[in-house]
């Protein structure tokens, strides 16, 4: 659990798809999930093999039953600004003390989720 939130958070996830021409759709996975979505400081430049990837935000938020892995590709909507993010990577934060959370770095995409 994260001590301070300033917001929630919906998160989805990409649908299985029987057919790779088929458009690509999302399920909810959680909704409602405390968070703090905060600007990067400026290190946050991860290198993910031979590629680095320059995040726009970073998301701290309760657990959600789902391990930090299979988060990565997923889509999260800030319910206080209603902006949309994908996530880039994503790892757990140990659980001591209760305070275990998801801290993840997040790419922009273009306009406000439809709600």
Known sequence: MITLATTTVDISAPADHDDEWS????????????ATVASPTGDHL??????????????DCDPIG?????LNGCLVVDNET????????ATSRTDALGLGHIH???LYRRGAAAN
């Not at 789902?66 to 299979?70: F, S």
């Not at 209603?82 to 990577?89: H, K, M, N, T, V």
């Open 46 to 59: 991860r290198t993910l093999g031979a590629d680095s990837v320059l995040i726009d935000a970073l998301l």
């Open 23 to 34: 458009p690509l759709s999302y399920v909810p996975l959680a909704s409602a999930v405390r």
């Open 66 to 70: 789902v391990p930090a892995d299979d």
């Open 104 to 106: 993840a770095g997040m």
């Open 82 to 89: 209603g902006q949309l993010y994908a996530i880039e990577w």
